[in-house]
């Protein structure tokens, strides 16, 4: 018997069996007629050269900038409308190919930029020898195990708290997200976050050049160090990111110093302090021997002013001597009282003289 | 000894030794301490870089989609 519906129940019976027909699918196609309206609603045509299907989505569903031409994998659930038009109502979309993407990454970093996200001005410093940081990664990726070895090579003490994630596809923006917004809010919170994936196609690291997930790595109150892919490939995190590394290793080298190069500078310390040491023991000894070699100066000088002092006062003494008067042509009178008659005794240089006062009168 | 004390803590204190060494407070008196202290310092860091190991554990949560 053929089945009879209402209008209504044909349309819930139909959007029924989309549901068990496709519970999940994706559709490959180039975007057109793309619109959004009041700011919330997404409109587009997915079309290729056989057909086109109308496509719905909220505006915060769109995580990264699609425009007309590009060409997109929608993840969508079939949905016939109460007014009978069939449409796909769309939960995701992702570039696809080269060219889009490259687009797409061109229009996000156009936009992001013009708002500061990537200015330098925003980058923080990394703590020069943090104790605690945060590792986002998938913990089975060889970019993990890359950092992993090399972390372990060069510094130790560390207490590092790694939040297992996948980094591919289109889960992977959402949960790096709730990684950052936990190491973020966290009461043990890490010095450094470190974001961290291996090498890929384009494809494969389209991931990090989600919208949210940028503007996530952009808001973190603890700095961001990322290293994603390899040297060549960039993406929007490792622009916002306030450290941006080439690899997984990289970051590692970046984040720790190399405990050889530390142990060699430690002993390069302690081995200058005794050259230091007995720099200062030689300039006292110069201090102290400059000390002594001006008072032996002094004391000289002083000895020899002492000796020419004696020199000069022996000198007059002599000159003053009863002896050298008497050979400079004086005479020394010896005798009692000086009355007419007395004999007194005359001296000189080379006699004594008895003589008898014959006359004695005042001047 | 500085059993409590963080690598960085010991650089730190090594670096003030130094700095002393070459500054206007060095004391001839108090030379032969501070040297016997960088000394026994510089043996610390070396043997703890040597031998400290990283504390790498998954954190207890799922950051899949609910």
Redesign the interface.
Known sequence: MTPRFSVGDFIAVTNQAFENIYPAVEIEGEVASFKVNQGKYVFFDLKDAEGSVNCFMMVYQLRVPIEDGMKVVVSAAPKLTQWGKFSLTVKSVQPSGEGSLKKSFELLKAKLAQEGLFALERKRPLPQ?P?KIAVISS?QAAGYADF?KI??DR????????????VQGS?AP???I??LR?FNTTDDQPEIIVIIRGGGSADDLSAFNDELLVREIAASRVPVITGIGHEVDESLSDLAADVQASTPSNVAQIIVPD?RE??AN??A??S???P??EA??AR?KDRVQGALDRNIELAESRVKYTEENYTRLKKMLYELSPDRVLERGYALLRGGDLNVGSIVSIETAGNIIKARIESNERK | MSENKTIQQKMDELDKISEWFQGEDFELEEAKGMLERAAELSKEIEHDLKTITNDIKEVKKSFKTD
């Open positions: 020898l104790e913990m992993v972390i372990n510094w130790g003490g560390l207490d590092v708290q790694v939040a297992n994630v996948t889960e959402d949960q790096i709730r990684a936990y405990k530390i142990i430690v002993r310390t302690v200058e302090i005794l230091s040491v200062f023991v006292l």
